[in-house]
């Protein structure tokens, strides 16, 4: 199994797209991402800047996505 590191925000989509979530959909501020009730955030792009690990370890916490998961996905 391989360490998380930096992702791009189209790779942190497709990954979450195949763990179940549908979307990005727009929210006010951030845009968004649903399985079932459960809505996730997503970062801005940033002029294609990678997402960092500290703001990707929140988003799979906010997720209730395992690293393992999100590396196997």
């Given amino acids: 199994m391989g360490s998380l ?3 791009s925000r189209p790779v942190l989509i497709r990954k979450l797209r195949s763990l179940g979530f549908d979307g990005p959909f727009p929210g006010r501020r951030h845009a968004f991402m649903r399985n079932g009730a459960l809505k ?16 990707l370890k929140q988003v799979l916490k906010q997720a209730g996505v395992s690293t393992a998961d999100f590396l196997a996905a």
């Fill in 5 to 7: 590191g930096p992702v």
């Fill in 40 to 55: 996730v955030r997503i970062p801005n792009d940033h002029h294609g800047a990678d997402i960092g690990v500290p703001l």
